[in-house]
């Protein structure tokens, strides 16, 4: 079929053309902005899951519903060898530049903690000229979120950002993608803000997305921050919604698939949102004419494949010492071992125990502690329990199996 029409999107963040199964998720943010802008009590919201499953596109959907109530929004990636400071402040800075007019004087005020907050950043000593300016106009306030704690000064600089915000009759949202790479002081700054948010009722929610260990991170920093924030684990999708993934964006180009070729392609794809889009794209492109058939999946099956081997696998493998690689085809391994040798049911165990892949590996725990922890810091690998690891990128253990049969 005519590939300038190819309607499938698969790519980093990328919107889907059918923004499929994340309908509740989308209803309960339009429930909460509400009840947030009516002064009623609403806690911050944390998404997580695998790679590939959506987490950004979802976090997106989300701000442009923010967009949408009239709401100031800002969103960061957060680094782990950056500080919180310079990009909250860019994020806070684009939210309080939608709320209001930079004469008013209130707004200058809160532009101004804003650069303080962010110049706080700049070692001892560095010139008032050599400090990183944000793009804002206002002078730095003084005495307001700029003592140097990172705690102290967060809260600050959201109660003021929250105050503004009320006196608009709006609100602020802040989107933070790969939260889990927050440093442990940020963390626990950003729990101890929100906690000071909530409790005083101002309009500013915080919204996080990251790997499935994110509640961990949280909790491992402020106990209370498992009521403080809500949770909502995003996965893969149910059959009916990878259909309409694929479907819904065929008809709207007056093409079809044959349900053989959903069968087909539900099973390559496990109903992650990533690999939809990959397998729908060289199905289509593969395929001579509408339907869509069985066929036609299989032929295209390896172009998705190959697509998928370099971009989502290959690149992530690549980053890998060749002593992290030895580790995760051991896990890959482990994976295999535990279920029954079935290499088809692969995908289905999430999580295998460090002293198995020590066994298979025919070395003492503690000697592989530095490439376990290595891939831990690259997001290869993530740890959901105590003695237990799982790759973040889903189907990974299978692509291992191949790169070694």
């Known amino acids: 079929m005519d590939p300038i029409r190819n309607p499938y999107a698969p790519g980093a963040g990328q919107r889907p053309p059918e923004l499929a199964g994340r309908d509740e998720q989308l209803d309960a943010f339009e429930v909460v902005l509400e009840r947030i802008s009516r002064g009623r009590p609403e806690r911050s919201i944390v998404l997580t899951g695998l790679r590939g499953v959506g987490k950004t596109v979802l976090l997106n959907a989300l701000r442009s519903t923010a967009v949408r109530a009239k709401w100031g929004t800002g969103k960061l990636e957060a680094r782990p060898d950056q500080s919180l400071r310079r990009p909250l402040s860019s994020a806070l800075h684009q939210a309080v530049r939608e709320l209001g007019h930079p004469s008013d004087d209130e707004v200058q005020h809160v532009l101004g903690v804003i650069k303080a907050f962010a110049q706080r950043d700049a070692p001892a000593g560095t010139k008032l000229r050599e400090k990183w300016n944000p793009g804002i106009d206002a002078p730095a306030a003084s005495g307001r ?9 967060l809260v600050e600089l959201l109660t003021d950002v929250g105050g503004m ?13 790969e939260m889990q790479d927050l440093g442990p002081d940020d963390v626990s700054a950003l729990c101890a803000a929100c906690h000071e948010i909530s409790q005083s009722g101002l309009p500013v929610i915080v919204v996080g997305a990251g790997l499935p260990h994110l509640p961990a991170v949280l909790s491992a920093s402020k106990s209370y921050s498992e009521r403080l924030f809500r949770y909502s684990r995003i996965d893969r999708l149910p059959r009916a919604a990878a259909d309409a993934a694929l479907v819904v964006p065929a008809e709207e180009e007056g093409a079809a698939y044959e349900p053989e070729a959903l069968d087909a392609l539900y099973a390559a794809t496990g109903g992650y949102p990533y690999f939809i889009q990959a397998y729908g794209k060289a199905a289509w492109d593969r395929a001579p004419r509408s339907p869509v058939t069985v066929d036609d999946v299989r032929v295209a099956a390896p172009e998705a494949e190959s697509e998928l081997a370099v971009g989502f696998f290959g690149s992530r493998f690549e980053r890998a010492t060749p002593g992290e690689r030895e580790y995760l085809r051991a896990m890959a391994d482990v994976a295999v071992a535990i279920s029954a040798g079935g290499v088809e049911e692969l995908d289905e165990i999430e999580s295998v125990p460090t002293s198995d892949v020590a066994t298979h590996l025919g070395r003492k725990p503690q000697s592989l502690s530095p490439a376990r922890d290595a891939l831990l810091k690259k997001g290869l690998i993530y740890s959901g329990e105590r003695g237990r690891i799982a790759f973040t990128v889903p ?5 291992l199996r191949e790169q070694t049969a």
């Open 145 to 153: 979120a700029d003592s140097g704690d990172i705690e102290i000064d």
């Open 395 to 399: 189907h990974f253990g299978r692509y």
């Open 165 to 177: 915000a009320a006196d608009t009759g709006r609100g602020i949202a802040v989107f933070i993608d």
